[in-house]
């Protein structure tokens, strides 16, 4: 209430000297216009209307909109009769014909000048001069760039940057800055024979997993004759391969999940606020990626340790949300722990 006072003794009616002062710049007719336009508009409106737009779809620059501006809200075209359909370019007489009438009329001293003119003035097509000069376009011209050192502009990518970085970037979507904040943790290391004909082929194998630890988890294989070769392919792998997973609270699983994978069979049971992540060191790192804090986990038969990443992820990807399970049932599901708890959830 003391907000549309203030606004009403902020937006008052003009006095006879305003009004006297108006009549120098404005017709009787605009100033009547001026005053039922501000009679029309409450100070209500004023006080709550006027204000900055904070809004996705505001603007991101300042601006009352009373000024057109040439390349940002109506760029300026060419018109659409500059357009001729009959344009060519020219063939090598043609071309021929007029260099021969540039030397022709050459004066008896030429400079360097004459040669930058010859090129700038002869027209390269057949047709409207103006097709060529000023050719018609759907497209926006480009945004102006301040000349100021000062003011910094992004950048889609580096010039030095590998190239499967690059490969990186337009496969995820993701820029350079996310994915130097990824968190990635090699699990598992160690060196894989081949036996061939030619003999024993050596490799390196590799287990990396990749998460932002909101949510986003990924694991990647790679294996190669060099360390750094399989330890760049594991990292890049495990990256793509980074799906969303369901976390309650954005702490915890959803209720008890299974995963199997080979000999190996573990489950992973939620836990309340403050338990930790109390498992073995593998489930330990997964969770750590996932920015899952709440967490115990049970391992039984075999404890290969390829295995039992790739059980955790097939668990943490075989949840099932409470939703889901109402939905299938055709029931409908309710939060309780608003009443239990007074809203305070």
């Known amino acids: 209430m003391g907000l549309l006072t203030s606004a009403a003794e902020n937006y008052k009616s003009y006095t006879p000297a305003e009004k006297a002062e108006l009549s120098k710049h404005y017709t009787p007719a605009q100033i009547s216009a001026i005053e039922a336009g501000e009679e029309a508009i409450s100070p209500k409106d004023l006080a709550t209307q006027g204000v900055i737009r904070s809004d996705p779809f505001a603007l991101r620059y300042l601006d ?10 109506k760029p300026i075209r060419a018109p659409e009769s500059n357009y001729d359909p009959n344009l060519r370019m020219k063939n090598e007489d043609e071309i021929a014909k007029d260099l021969a009438k540039w030397v022709k009329d050459l004066p008896d ?6 040669w930058t003119r010859f090129l700038d003035e002869t027209r390269l097509t057949v047709g ?7 050719p018609t376009s759907s497209l926006s011209e480009e945004l102006p760039k301040m000349n100021d050192p000062n003011a910094r502009y ?16 337009q496969q995820t979507g993701f820029s350079p800055q996310q994915i130097k904040n990824l968190r990635v943790k090699n699990l598992v290391n160690h060196r894989v024979v081949n036996q061939t004909r030619m003999g024993k082929i050596q490799s390196i194998y590799y287990l990396t997993i990749a998460g932002n630890g909101r949510g986003l988890l990924g694991i990647g294989e790679g294996k190669s004759t060099e360390p750094e070769d399989a330890k760049r392919q594991a990292h890049m792998a495990a990256i793509r391969n980074m799906l969303p997973i369901n976390r309650y609270e954005e702490r915890t699983i959803f209720g008890e999940v299974e995963g199997k994978v080979g000999a190996v069979e573990l489950k992973l049971m939620a836990r ?13 790192e997964i969770a ?16 290969n340790p390829m295995n039992v990443v790739k059980a955790t992820f097939q668990a943490l990807q075989s949840q099932r949300l409470p939703e889901d399970i109402a939905r299938a049932r ?11 708890f007074g809203g305070n959830v």
Do not use: H
């Open 154 to 169: 992004p950048k889609t990518g580096d010039d030095d940057e590998e190239p499967y970085m690059v490969r990186l970037r």
């Open 330 to 340: 055709g029931k409908k599901l309710v939060d309780v722990r608003k009443v239990y």
């Open 109 to 114: 001293e030429p400079d360097r000048v004459e």
């Open 128 to 134: 409207k001069e103006e097709a060529e000069r000023n």
């Open 272 to 284: 309340p606020p403050g338990f930790g992540v109390r498992c073995q060191q593998y489930i330990f």
């Open 288 to 303: 750590r990626c996932a920015g899952i804090t709440d967490l115990s986990a049970r391992v039984t038969r075999s404890r």
């Open 64 to 73: 009352d909109l009373s000024t057109v501006r040439p390349i940002i809200d």
